[in-house]
């Protein structure tokens, strides 16, 4: 990792020529040079960790559940890396690595859990296979960004396939369910209850919910109900309740998924009542829903 010595120090001192040039702004200017004079430096830092990489990836909720997944895994003593919420594509993760690791490009942490856009995510998983992937959904909202959802399924479906390890997985969405058929890697299943299916199902936006008649198995983690703020889960058959983030039942499937996506990092080490402690008490990414 010595030879990426000047790479960083160029991106730290473009870093630092941006925030001067606007304060609080330049994050990704930073990552476009290292990415330019040291193609390979991503990749290298990202096969660096011991424990691998975690992507969380799909249109809607990548910021709030790899915030809380992050937290919830950094609270049973592992050392996490991961990405602030506007840094979810390749040059703006350069960025975020550049800010926090040594002048080498070597980062303190056991394991890199990563938000990551899907284009980015599907391009970047090719040559960093990450060790687990978080599968969210593929909402109608968000894919004007690419024109298609068969487009956005496909790039899942390239992320599943790169996948090592695990797949963590959104079963009430038909599209994710679809991209993860084939891949080598386990699955796991995060989603709502059957009795909280029936009624939210179509609401969350998805392009192809799951067909209310479609053969499901128990998840690793429901989302059992939700009213406002307060929900309950069933972790491992076993009811849990918590306070969201924010409110509203998309917020629960996102805590639904970095309940399941923690599990599945930690194993045997996981212990559910510091989870729901931790996600009682995460903050709304961006502010989102917060009540001042």
Do not use: W
Not at 54 to 76: D, Y
Not at 249 to 256: E, P
Not at 263 to 289: K, S, Y
């Amino acid at each position: 990792m010595l030879r990426y010595i000047p790479a960083v120090l160029i991106g730290r001192f473009v870093r630092v020529v941006a925030r001067m040039r606007k304060p609080g702004g330049g994050a990704a200017i930073p990552g476009v040079v290292v990415n330019k004079i040291a193609p390979n430096f991503l990749p290298r830092v990202l096969d660096s960790f011991d424990g691998g990489v975690v992507v969380v990836t799909g249109t809607a909720g990548k910021s709030t559940t790899t915030r809380i997944l992050a937290a919830i895994v950094e609270a049973h003593g592992r050392r996490v890396f991961t990405n602030p919420s506007t840094a979810n594509i390749a040059q703006g993760l350069t960025s975020a690595i550049i800010a926090a690791s040594s002048v080498s490009g070597r980062i303190d942490a056991d394991l890199a859990i990563l938000e990551m856009d899907e284009g980015h995510a599907a391009r970047l998983s090719a040559r960093v296979r990450p060790r687990i992937s978080v599968l969210l959904n593929v909402c109608i909202d968000q894919v004007d960004r690419f024109f298609d959802p068969a487009i956005v399924t496909k790039m899942l479906a390239t992320v599943a396939e790169n996948t090592t390890e695990t797949l963590v997985i959104n079963r009430d969405d038909a599209s994710v369910v679809t991209a993860t058929q084939g891949a080598s890697a386990r699955s796991v299943e995060f989603g709502m209850s059957e009795v909280l299916f029936e009624r939210e199902g179509d609401g969350l936006g998805y392009v192809q919910p799951r067909h209310r008649d479609a053969v499901v198995t128990a998840p690793l983690v429901a989302l059992e109900s939700v009213a406002g703020r307060s929900a309950v889960v069933s972790v491992a058959g076993t009811a849990q309740s918590l306070e969201l983030p924010s409110a509203g039942v998309h917020y629960g499937v996102d805590v639904a998924a970095a309940l399941a996506g923690a599990q599945t990092v930690l194993g045997e080490a996981f212990n559910a009542a510091l989870a729901i402690d931790v996600i009682n008490r995460v903050d709304p990414v961006f502010g989102r829903g917060e009540v001042v």
